[in-house]
């Protein structure tokens, strides 16, 4: 972490280019993958944590095998790691995007109740007052699944959905999933330079 220190200032200090990169079993792993790559090309150091759900998922939603995916990342993390770095606040980065979230997941999430790396690292993220998002994968919502989304919005977590936008007229899946994550990125400050931009 570099410091910034000024004569008369405090000490200003500007957190890694180093985001953490959850995947929970929800439908929708490919976002997941499709951030990673992105990470990748930007150069920031990614952190995996993927659950045992998201490794089945995995194998059901696509043919890229696991060892690939945990390749993909600077570096990856057991779930049941709980002494792993990103478990505690003192571990720096931008934040955490969990892609795609898992109702259970982010159940977790809002009750501080965590079982797991995965969910432990996103309380982490909301202790420290670093960005979360959740790309929650789930519908219909019963009302329950709404309060909870309150509750952590207002613990101030960044409920994001993975809903296309269609203005950019994606002419396959791929463009339709990779302007989502690009999207997800743009939360971070993170900038792809692959989504299409309404009013460019």
């Known amino acids: 972490m570099k410091d910034y220190s000024h004569a008369g200032l405090p000490a200003v200090t500007v ?5 953490i990169v959850g995947i929970s079993g929800a439908s929708g792993i490919i976002y997941g ?3 990673l ?8 150091e990614s952190h995996l944590v993927m659950s045992r759900a998201a490794e089945i998922t995995l194998a059901h939603e696509s043919d890229i095998k696991l060892a ?7 570096i990856w993390h057991k779930a049941e790691d709980i002494g792993a770095a990103p478990a505690s606040g003192s571990f720096p980065a931008m934040g955490m995007i969990v892609a795609p979230c898992s109702i259970r997941t982010m159940s977790e999430i809002a009750t501080g109740v965590t079982s797991s790396l995965l969910t432990r690292a996103a309380d982490v993220a909301l202790k420290e007052r670093r960005r979360l998002v959740l790309m929650v994968r789930e519908t219909p919502l ?3 699944h709404i309060r909870t989304m309150l509750s952590l ?9 993975p809903v296309p936008g269609f203005y950019a007229r994606p002419a396959s ?4 999933v990779e302007h989502t994550a690009g999207r997800m990125l743009d939360l971070f400050g993170l900038d792809c ?3 299409r931009r309404w009013g460019e």
């Open 15 to 19: 957190p890694p280019q180093r985001l």
């Open 37 to 44: 790559e992105m990470l990748r090309r930007l150069g920031v």
């Open 173 to 176: 899946l791929d463009e339709m």
């Open 142 to 144: 019963h009302s329950g």
């Open 153 to 161: 919005s207002e613990m101030g977590a960044v409920i994001a959905p």
């Open 33 to 35: 993958i499709r951030i």
């Open 68 to 74: 690939d995916v945990r390749a993909l990342a600077a």
């Open 193 to 195: 330079g692959t989504i």
